[in-house]
Nanobody
Framework: VQLQASGGGLVQVGDSLRLSCAAS????????MGWFRQAPGREREFVSSISWNGGRTSYADSMKGRSTITRDNAKNTAYLQMNSLKAEDTAVYYC????????????????WGRGTLVTVSS
């Protein structure tokens, strides 16, 4: 499975952004999908995840109420809509696919994309 994250860019505080994660190689319709991020000088952290059918989602406390994760299995793609962006959201955002149908922060994230940079300027 190859994952390609896109949609990052330079935005202002308070703006919105939608990230996409396109999978190729095989279908990920039976796999949980997730988003992680890594800010400069910090460890990678969990952002959000979604179960194979979209019926279950999980968010980091820092993103609750400001983000929505969705997926379109027909397109083999997951999305992360982020609103009311803050300067501290600046990071490289990575998408991942789990080997399980649902995974949270401690899930078995087997496949990783290269990441897309989100810069939130004040």
């Amino acid at each position: 499975v190859q994952l390609q994250a896109s949609g990052g860019g330079l935005v202002q505080v308070g703006d919105s952004l939608r990230l996409s994660c396109a999978a190729s190689g095989r279908t990920v319709s039976n796999n949980a999908m997730g988003w992680f991020r890594q800010a400069p000088g910090r460890e990678r952290e969990f952002v959000s995840s979604i179960s194979w059918n979209g019926g279950r989602t999980s968010y980091a406390d820092s993103m609750k109420g400001r983000s929505t994760i969705t997926r379109d299995n027909a397109k083999n793609t997951a999305y992360l809509q982020m609103n009311s962006l803050k300067a501290e959201d600046t990071a490289v955002y990575y998408c991942a696919a789990s080997i399980d149908s649902y995974s949270g922060v401690s899930g078995r994230w087997r496949y990783w994309g290269r990441g897309t940079l989100v810069t939130v300027s004040s």
